[in-house]
């Protein structure tokens, strides 16, 4: 009888718990439970309700029974560089502050004082965001850091929540920037400068960990099938490529979310000067690879400008909009910090167009025509620079997550990165969590067969470049872009 697979996916403004099993050598999927997500202003920073995400997810699995399901294999997937400081007993400390809270503005000045930038990418390879985790703890209250006996990762601290036992995951580990490339443990010189110690850290185990089953008085208490818990690549950008088909012979992947990462998948890491130089970073992927990426802000923008329009448009219906106006009226840096988390994305936007002397987008189609074909801009940027640091030509983009679905901006692209785009699946996160599980109980031999069956479960659309049709838009834009870099 073919197991039962469980992905708990919780992403930065929601969360699922999507059911999966093998049928005819195809993935068959379906969503059992959907919850909001967010951080909140609380004791002047903004954290995350960890305890209401664990509630979500043992309300899924309690659903997940009713429907007549007794056992089932379970993986936790989340969003990186946050963490939770637990005591000596066990409990946390405080709620976990976000990724995207003002304390760590300016921290990478500060701590690189006396320790470069070149020395601390040597080391780790990762690029500089001042949300990483490094960053995090350089500014956490030293106190509290005093009375932490374990940090844990978002992902592993959920696990630790359901099943008592507490792990470090590498693909979420990599992306703290503490992580030593070469020697596969925390840096000790990093973990100094931080005022941590490598013991405070569960220890680092690989995707496909069996962490055990859910707690006795969990089960008891809410009537749960019986669960087993994976570690699985508990980054969800890990999780993401996992879950890409790998179609072409030199592919990268988008994963285009609410973040997007453009990159592809390396057995090597590059951390050599041309990728310090473009902030490339190599995270750690699953079964022995590296994620060779870039972060870019993603459809966080048009998520922002959804809502400070009351929510009076689908997604669907800003894209529609957006098909019915002219591409590349302004050009805009997508990735300025300015963007990462405004009081008005809108007026933002405006603002930036006005102080670069550009038309000023007004309506819904013309703001969201200005994201989309911005992010279309720098994606294309991207892929160039991709090309020039590894040496060789990519020649096919997977394009994964939600953005997957806007075929305007696929099609744009494809077009002005001169590559083939191959659009799905949408839900690749989940099916890359589903891949592990499904990888480490045995039903699939290794993430080949499983990128095999992806491409055959679910519809994969295809976007050609269209030849002559933007003359000249990336090299103005890669103008636009050295002139206005900070």
């Not at 359901?162 to 840096?187: H, I, Y």
């Not at 008891?220 to 996992?242: C, R």
């Not at 591409?327 to 990462?340: A, C, S, T």
């Amino acid at each position: 009888m073919a197991k039962t697979y469980v992905a708990v996916d919780i992403g930065a403004s929601s969360g699922r718990l999507m059911l999966a099993k093998l049928a005819d050598n195809k993935l068959v999927m379906k969503e059992v439970h959907r919850f909001k997500n967010g951080f909140v202003h609380a004791k002047g920073h903004d954290r995350w309700n960890i305890d209401k995400l664990i509630e979500e997810i043992l309300i899924g699995l309690v659903k997940i029974k009713k429907a007549g399901y007794q056992e089932v294999v379970l993986g936790i997937d989340t969003w990186a560089v946050d963490y939770v400081l637990v005591d000596k007993q066990g409990n946390k400390l405080q709620d976990p502050i976000s990724y995207r809270d003002t304390r760590t503005q300016g921290s990478i000045e500060r701590l690189t004082t006396d320790l470069s930038k070149e020395y601390i990418y040597q080391k780790t390879g990762i690029q500089f965001l001042d949300f990483n985790t490094l960053y995090q703890l350089f500014e956490e209250d030293k106190e509290l850091l005093a009375k932490t006996a374990k940090i844990m990762m978002i992902p592993d601290y959920i696990g630790y929540a359901l099943t008592g036992k507490a792990v470090t995951e590498v693909t979420n580990a990599s992306t703290t920037q503490m992580l030593s490339l070469r020697e596969g443990l925390f840096d000790d010189h990093l973990l100094e400068k931080v005022n941590v110690k490598q013991e405070q850290f569960p220890k680092l185990v690989e995707a496909g960990t069996v962490l055990g089953e859910i707690r006795p008085e969990l089960a008891e208490k809410y009537d749960l099938p019986k669960t087993e818990v994976i570690t699985v690549a508990t980054h969800d950008t890990a999780s993401a490529v996992i879950g890409a088909p790998g179609i072409g012979q030199r592919w990268a992947y988008l994963s285009s979310g609410t973040w997007s990462l453009i990159g592809t998948e390396l057995n090597t890491p590059e951390n050599g000067q041309e990728a310090f130089k473009q902030n490339y970073t190599n995270e750690w992927g699953a079964y022995g690879t590296y994620r060779f990426l870039k972060n870019i802000m993603g459809l966080w923008i048009i998520q922002n400008i959804k809502h400070e329009l009351k929510d009076q448009y689908s997604f669907a219906e800003l894209a529609a909009l957006a098909e019915k106006e002219a591409p590349f009226q302004q050009l805009i840096d997508v990735n300025d910090e300015r963007f990462q988390n405004p009081s008005n994305m809108i007026k933002e936007i405006q603002d930036y167009c006005q102080e670069t002397q550009q038309k000023v987008p007004q309506t819904p189609g013309e703001l969201a025509m200005a994201v989309y074909s911005n992010l279309s801009l720098y994606y294309a940027n991207e892929l160039a620079i991709l090309d020039h640091i590894l040496g060789y030509r990519i020649d096919s983009l997977n394009i994964v997550g939600g953005g997957s679905n806007v075929g305007l901006m696929n099609q744009l692209t494809a077009t002005i990165g001169n590559v083939n785009v191959y659009a799905g699946p949408s839900e690749a996160t989940a099916i890359g969590n589903i891949m592990v599980q499904m990888i480490t109980k045995g039903d699939i031999l290794n993430v080949y067969l499983a990128r095999r069956i992806i491409a055959k479960s679910f519809a994969i659309k295809e976007f050609r470049p269209e030849p002559n049709k933007y003359p000249q838009i990336l090299q103005r834009y890669q103008s636009f872009f050295e002139k206005n870099k900070k």
